[in-house]
């Protein structure tokens, strides 16, 4: 079966699937018997392109490389007529996040289940805020809804868990959910404060010009919740995490950790108790020989705590352009090899 992919989304983890895809076009169909087309792509910078026989992915990004708009297959076609009338069996969700409502992404996810097709997503709002609604959603209509990307970009915790450690009950989970903080926190250490080391992450595009989604735990509280209701299947809110944020820790608090043989790291957290599901975001001063102390820059790291290994400690990038595209390929195949 030669899969028909759609694009939402044509921003950074859009162009990265895209550059994936071109690259890995004959190696994919050589060891996995994985054939594609990419049929539809919709980017609010560059337009909406159709061909039921497959886009034309260099000229595309070639045209974006260059700052303009797509030059071939252009069509005049709002995302849900997109999603309806297009030849396509799997759309990758990949617009700006929304954490408050889930912005029209929501409307994205439901239109292609809804239409029998499968969705993959590394856009944390339909997975934080309405995952038990969209998965049975998408049981209903016997298709897929795949969210690798949004918890630790390619680093597969999402599909680890499903996969490698099927078999385990997984009791806990925590670890650095937030590249960002963990930059920052990193830099502290080396006797750089709070206002001077959020702008460094500034410069280095590593935090936003409103860096409040990161500093205060919003992101990692977020993920938290995926984790939640996709590792654990525990049905969990954002209003069930609690969640603090970095910008309280100094220098100070920096320095007497040290001195205890610890280090601060923005810790989230989800475990089964046997009174339910607790979780959290929270700074935590951890022991210097924790596998979790020893992760520092933008990298993430977690810990599932099993029945049948103790603890499993899985680290890798948390961001980046080829990373979470390439979270997106695996979802992808995944769906390639279920069905």
């Known amino acids: ?24 076009r004959a190696t994919l169909k050589q060891r996995f018997g994985f054939e594609f087309e990419v049929t539809a792509i919709a980017g609010s910078r560059y337009g909406t392109a159709y061909n039921p026989n497959g886009l034309d992915l260099k000229t595309l990004l070639d045209d974006v490389h260059k ?26 969700e990949l617009t700006y996040t929304n954490l408050e ?27 934080a805020l309405f995952y038990s609604e969209l998965s049975l959603l998408a049981k209903k209509h016997n298709v897929m809804f795949l969210n ?28 650095i959910l937030n590249g960002t903080t963990n930059f920052m926190l ?27 989604g990161d500093v205060e735990g919003y992101d990692a509280r977020a993920k938290v919740v995926i984790l939640a209701n996709i590792v654990l299947q525990s049905p969990v809110s ?19 950790a040290k001195k205890e043989g610890k280090r601060w790291k923005l810790i989230g957290s989800v475990e089964k108790t046997n009174t339910g599901i607790t979780a959290s975001v929270a700074p935590q001063k951890i022991s210097i020989d924790d596998p979790l102390a020893g992760i520092s820059g933008t990298k993430n790291a977690l810990t599932f ?21 390439f ?13």
């Open 101 to 127: 409502t889930g912005g029209a992404a929501i409307d994205h996810v439901k239109t292609a289940i809804k239409a029998g097709k499968h969705v993959v997503s590394s856009n944390k709002g339909p997975a």
């Open 238 to 256: 954002m209003n069930n995490v609690s969640c603090k944020g970095i910008t309280g820790i100094s220098l100070a608090d920096i320095n007497q």
């Open 67 to 92: 700052g303009n708009q797509f030059s071939k297959d252009r069509v005049d076609w709002d995302n849900l007529k997109l999603i309806r009338e297009s030849d396509t069996n799997i759309w990758c």
């Open 1 to 24: 079966m030669k899969h028909k992919i759609g694009i939402l989304g044509f921003g950074t983890v859009g162009q990265g699937i895209a550059e994936i895809l071109t690259e890995k």
């Open 327 to 339: 979270a997106i390929l695996n979802d992808l195949l995944r769906l390639h090899f279920e069905n």
């Open 148 to 175: 690798e990307g949004t918890v630790v970009a390619g680093t597969p915790v999402l599909n680890l868990a499903n996969g490698p450690l099927a078999g385990c009950e997984i009791t806990k989970i925590q670890g």
């Open 186 to 212: 990193t830099e502290m250490e080396k006797g750089v404060g709070f206002k001077d080391v959020l702008k460094i992450a500034q410069e280095k595009g590593y935090a936003e010009a409103d860096p409040t």
């Open 305 to 325: 705590t099993t029945d049948l290994l103790g603890d499993v400690t899985i680290v890798g990038p948390g961001a980046g352009k080829i990373e979470t595209g």
